[in-house]
Antibody, heavy 122, light 109 residues
Framework: EVQLVASGGGVVRPGGSLRLSCAASGLTFGEYTFHWVRQIPGKGLEWVSLITWNSAGTYYRDSVKGRFTISRDNRKNSLYLQMTSLRTEDTALYYC???????????????WGQGTGVSVSS | EIVLTQSPGTLSLSPGERATLSCRASQRVASLYLAWYQQKPGQAPRLLIYGASSRATGIPDRFSGSGSGTDFTLTISRLEPEDSAVYYCQQYGTSPSYSFGQGTKLEIK
């Protein structure tokens, strides 16, 4: 069974930092692109960042560019999100998500972790 | 960024009925890059449909997707109580960019 287990969330002051981790099992981790997607409590979903299988490509939503850094360690089957200069609007549940490329050429987020909560508050 | 607008905001139906959920894009979306997800309270989203109309692994054939261009539809036939959830559409665009609709809450009476 494929599992993504996120950790590292917590409560932090505005301007603070956190590092999220996501441990993957049950799949060949290094073959896939992974994402972080967040959800403000009671609200919708918002894509945050992605990293390609070999770390050659990293992309971010505009509001987190320059503050968040996505990385991965394929030897450890792990995905990371380093978050700095945190703002109250970054408060959310952060999901690590696996991207699947289908034979048709379609992409979708087929496996989601359980999420780790980040609360930015003074 | 492409904005996805879902309607209705809330849908209340009875078991056995058919649900029709709409997702409208502010610009044309390639069908290959349109997906639907189901999220139940306290759970992570689950992929239902990819490529606008292909069911993900393990998804019952009561769930079907259709549409093209800027208008997409998720249809759930023969509703069951466990279909109560929030449903999101999502698109993948160039740059790359990803956006989700705001969700439709489906209540089974």
């Amino acid at each position: 069974e494929v599992q993504l287990v996120a950790s590292g969330g917590g409560v932090v002051r505005p301007g603070g930092s956190l590092r999220l981790s996501c441990a993957a099992s049950g799949l060949t981790f290094g073959e896939y692109t992974f994402h972080w997607v967040r959800q403000i409590p009671g609200k919708g979903l918002e894509w945050v960042s992605l990293i390609t299988w070999n770390s050659a490509g990293t992309y971010y939503r505009d509001s987190v560019k320059g503050r968040f850094t996505i990385s991965r360690d394929n030897r450890k089957n792990s995905l990371y999100l380093q978050m700095t200069s945190l703002r109250t609007e970054d408060t959310a549940l952060y999901y690590c998500v696996k991207e699947q490329l289908y034979a048709s050429g379609s992409y979708a987020f087929d496996i989601w972790g359980q999420g780790t909560g980040v609360s930015v508050s003074s | 960024e492409i904005v996805l607008t879902q309607s209705p905001g809330t849908l209340s139906l009875s078991p056995g009925e058919r649900a029709t959920l709409s997702c409208r894009a502010s610009q044309r979306v390639a069908s290959l890059y349109l997906a639907w997800y189901q999220q139940k309270p306290g759970q992570a989203p689950r992929l239902l449909i990819y490529g606008a109309s292909s069911r993900a692994t393990g998804i019952p054939d009561r769930f079907s997707g259709s549409g093209s261009g800027t208008d997409f539809t998720l249809t759930i036939s023969r509703l069951e109580p466990e279909d109560s959830a929030v449903y999101y559409c999502q698109q993948y665009g160039t740059s790359p960019s990803y956006s989700f609709g705001q969700g439709t809450k489906l209540e089974i009476k």
